[in-house]
């Protein structure tokens, strides 16, 4: 896209003031349309001939002002606040400019948040027909009638729609959580010591405040979930990103100064390594050594296919020094948002505290509707036939990519909802099929843009040619005919190209996309 | 409560390592059972003849590894967590002492968290019968008929279940709620412009993470919510506190310095009071001189009763200054956990990224049959109806008190849920009054109690003689039976000797029992 600007490099305005004022006119003139993207940074320092940064600037204060918005990965977008037809953002009684700029500008120096957030849904706007987005349950399995009806007894006695409930979480749901562990992943414990939260998301953030203050080390995965990152540098953590490799992290590379570490055994993300037994032995001895915790994060456990899944670091918690994330994002759904904390007993008071500081307790009708749900034995039901399901639906991918693209070279495939595809030479990097994919109306994502946080070079090079595809929301039709179109766009002519760039080369653009506004 | 302690003071053993032992001993041998509430640490302190600090850092340390638990403003309890049976705590494998005190000790110093929680039930365990608990509305006007037909609707169309929804919330309620504010509030506002939160306290923590880094100098009223303050003090926020009158808070004693006022016009919490239009014409004057923001949490402006509410103070919003905090938890429950933030339009991208950082996004369904509710008219048509109701149930316990204490001094009753009662001079003082109602069977709420934060010996002996009463969840006979009970209880002969309590007096004893931990 070509914009229609003009930069006087004589004119006394500086040159970050010029192009912040053209492109706003542009917007509230309405030749800028709402959503519509704008040239990343550099292209567009380049067309002018002007230092990138100008137009770093220029971008975050119209971004600060609301005429921008950022998308990452994407980039940045003309905000979808400014009125559909075209017309000025609708500041009604709006003071004079003159009287706006400084102070808003002032005012907004009051902010100090320098966080970053992720994606839930997908990095793209536009959504494509065949996506294999990760982490998505099959919305068709979603166990409507037994909800339902549970949900119709439970109206009746709407009691706790009213109140305030128990910060920790509703009782019935805090029981049936540690039966189910205790009978799924080996946990010996109590409803005492388990805290409900809106999903791990929330977790993690209880754990953030409760435990990092500017410059805790915090070790984690590298390559990491992203969102788990996110958090615990908005609060000020020194983050030590440590090796992962086919038996989940590298135990030998721990520092010995953390204050915890946050690891998903079970279905490592992104990878989707397993860690073994003997690493589970020394990373319980080393946080016992270096007094520090344990942060399991068992996002997906619920999906494991071809063995029974290792016991969960937490019933190994001899010394109390695990902290147990679970989900029913995965075995439900996320619209939920029920995910829980199991604490040690001295930890339990304090994220409670922490919980009800935040927001006082969890909405009632869902946790009694789950409680039930899951005391029932419906939740047990549900799980085994999802299980089945998702089963056959990785069978079925990895047989097709096997097929399309002459053996596939998949791993993290032996549990959760998602696998991971070394790609095959032929193929272009993880970031350029990505975006082609999109073309064909296929999802498919590198590590980065499925909420990874994968640090430096050598980890960037390493996965730049590995793509995450989620297998549990597509049937085996949709797989099918996913693969297929896959398969065709990069045997596409307009995927040739792509081919030549070196996967140095390719992670560098693709780093440079990414940064392209911090 | 006498307990078989014996101090050693010639043992080489520290006072204090004694002290733990011993609790712990009796803990665990079931002698001292679960729940129990344990003696103040001033009265332990003076029948062993040793320091208060003494018992204070025992009860640190018994609290820090679980055995017992701070239940504020009552006191230290034996740990629930603790068997009901009366044996050792639940921990299976455990490790040998000698190992997990002092590893247990260590790993327990890794926690940051410093802050405090506040109460969203009530302060005290067991619940009484005619309890003035504030902010409660009554659960048997709950429109449940209503509620549960545009949920058996919504049912069919399970999907929102299943995935995440925006991190700003969904579109309709967003839309709804703009509409409502439009109408109620006199808040020109679009959808781009709310978040959608669980509950106000949820948005004072995106606030607290927007603004607040160690010594942030924030505005809040005196006395104040204890909720909010609570928050802004965890994130490391200077709290200024500052004078409230029958006017709302005294703007002309406002400093110039400060990131952000947090404010509750319309009623202000506790006091009742409602900020006066020159007040308000001031407020907005000094945040567009200071470049502060002014938080307006409008909790329960839903209800008034003599007159129309003052339009918000978001209303006349000219300068993009003030973010306004709404919430159901008054209209329809806080059991529904919803709430929202209106922003101005520089700010919502980042108040965007805190909440999906912090737990990604709300639940659906509850949010798809409340945006429903409220576009069908239903939630117009139960606000009508309940705002008569407690009208009725306002002037009605108005009118008992007057009777029954021969012209009660009242005041904040002129909106809202609750009322402040100035009490009378034969009525024992504030804290005093209320452990004596319970025993009665009536919970009234000294300001403390009632989730204040009142700064200041000044404050604090003005307010010593005021309990705050909510009205909305009883009806005229349990107001009628409620206000003759509390009338017998200042009557009865136990009330007399603590009418010699001179109000500072009260206030002190009260401030030690609230401190007795920290």
Chains 1, 2 share one sequence.
């Not at 309405?30 to 230092?51: E, K």
């Not at 997908?122 to 979603?142: C, E, H, I, Q, T």
């Not at 562990?181 to 405040?209: C, D, F, K, M, Y």
């Not at 147990?324 to 995910?339: E, V």
Request: charged share 20%.
């Amino acid at each position: 896209m070509q914009l229609p600007l003009r930069i006087d490099f004589h004119s006394g305005e500086s040159l970050q003031s010029q192009l912040f004022e053209q492109i706003r006119r542009l917007i509230t003139d309405g030749r800028l349309r709402p959503s519509t993207r704008m040239p990343a940074s550099r292209v567009l320092a380049d067309d002018l001939g002007i230092s990138r940064n100008t137009v770093v600037h220029a971008y975050e204060r119209l971004t600060a002002e609301g005429y921008l918005e950022m998308r990452k990965p994407v980039g940045a977008f003309v905000s979808s606040k400014v009125i559909a037809g075209g017309g000025p953002l609708p500041v009604a009684d709006s003071p004079t400019e003159d009287d706006q700029g400084p102070t808003t500008a002032r005012r907004h120096a009051r902010l100090v948040f320098r966080g970053e957030s992720h994606f839930v849904i997908s990095p793209y706007d536009r959504p494509v027909l065949y996506d294999f987005w990760v982490g998505r349950p099959d919305a068709r399995l979603f166990p409507a009638k037994t909800w339902q009806q549970i949900s119709r007894q439970l109206h009746e006695t709407h009691i706790g729609n009213s109140a305030y409930g128990h910060p920790a979480g509703l009782w019935e749901l805090r029981q049936a959580i540690a039966d189910h562990v205790g009978a799924s992943r080996g946990i010996r414990t109590s409803a005492n010591e388990i805290v409900v939260t809106h999903g791990i998301q929330e977790g993690l953030n209880i754990l953030a405040r409760m435990f990092i203050t500017g410059g805790t080390p915090v070790v984690v995965e590298n390559p990491c979930y992203l969102g788990a990152a996110n958090v615990f540098q908005s609060h000020g953590a020194k983050l030590l990103p440590t090796e992962v490799d086919s038996r989940g992290v590298d135990v030998e590379k721990l520092p010995t100064d953390a204050a915890f570490i946050y690891v998903t055994p079970s279905h490592q993300y992104p990878t989707g390594s397993t860690l073994s037994p003997e690493r589970r032995m020394q990373l319980q001895e080393w946080a016992r050594r270096t007094h520090a915790y344990i942060v399991e994060d068992d996002y997906d456990s619920d999906f494991f296919y071809d063995t029974a899944p290792l016991p969960a670091l937490k019933s190994l918690d001899r010394h109390d020094q695990v902290i147990y994330l679970g989900t029913f994002s995965k075995s439900l759904g996320a619209g939920l948002r029920i995910g829980y904390m199991i604490l040690p007993p001295h930890l339990a008071a304090t994220a409670i505290s922490v919980k009800g500081l935040m927001n006082n307790c969890m909405p009632w009708f869902t946790q009694a509707v789950l409680a039930e749900f899951m005391a029932s034995g419906a939740f047990q039901h549900h799980l085994r036939r999802t299980r089945m399901i998702y089963n056959t639906r990785r069978d079925f991918l990895v047989k097709m990519l096997s097929q399309r693209f002459g053996g596939a070279e998949i791993y993290g495939a032996q549990a959760g909802m998602h696998l991971a595809w070394q790609l095959p030479e032929e193929a272009p990097a993880a970031f350029d099929l990505e975006r082609l994919a999109r073309s064909y109306g296929v999802g498919v994502y590198s590590f980065k843009t499925g909420n990874s946080l994968v640090s430096g070079d050598e980890a960037e090079a390493r996965y730049a040619r590995s793509v995450m595809l989620g297998f549990a929301a597509l049937d085996e039709h949709e797989i099918e005919e996913g693969v297929r179109r896959l398969a065709k766009a990069t045997s596409a002519p307009d995927a040739a190209p792509r081919r030549t760039v070196a996967p140095e080369e390719a992670s560098n653009a693709q780093a440079q996309e990414f940064a392209y506004i911090r």
